[in-house]
């Protein structure tokens, strides 16, 4: 017999822009799909320079984790995804300042992602 699979939508994140959903609720983990450094409530980049927008990405993911009953002490995994490698040290210092340790695996990629500067998806335990 398979788990269910619940789909998570919450306004406290930026709705999605494709064929996709926020994020999934399998079993005991809650996967994020990426998120980018989107308002909630314009879904327009937030102001501010690249460490403001690794903060709201992460934001974006918090908000998902939680509506999926998971939280960022919960994350087993991140993915992030940045237009510019030489922003990996402003990287380390905002990603440091919102996740705490221990620090779940991470990997980080230089990619194209069209008009923004970075993309993160994690994977979550549901909190019990």
């Known amino acids: 017999m398979s788990a269910e699979i619940k789909l998570i939508a919450t306004p406290d994140a930026p709705a999605a822009k494709g064929p996709y959903s926020q994020g999934m609720v399998h079993g005991d983990y809650v996967f994020v799909a990426g998120q980018l450094p989107l ?36 994350v087993v995994r991140v993915n992030v995804y940045l237009t510019d490698p030489s922003q990996f040290p402003l990287l380390n210092e905002a990603y440091s300042a919102v996740m705490k340790t221990p620090y779940p695996p991470r990997t980080a990629r230089a990619v194209a992602l069209g008009p923004y500067d970075v993309e993160i998806d994690v994977v979550g335990v549901v909190v019990k």
Not at 61 to 66: D, G, H, S, T, W
Not at 68 to 73: K, R, Y
């Open 39 to 74: 308002d909630p409530a314009t879904g327009e980049v937030v102001p501010g320079d690249f460490g403001d927008h690794v903060r709201q990405a992460l934001r974006n993911v918090e908000a998902i984790l939680k509506a999926g009953g998971s939280d960022l002490e919960h």
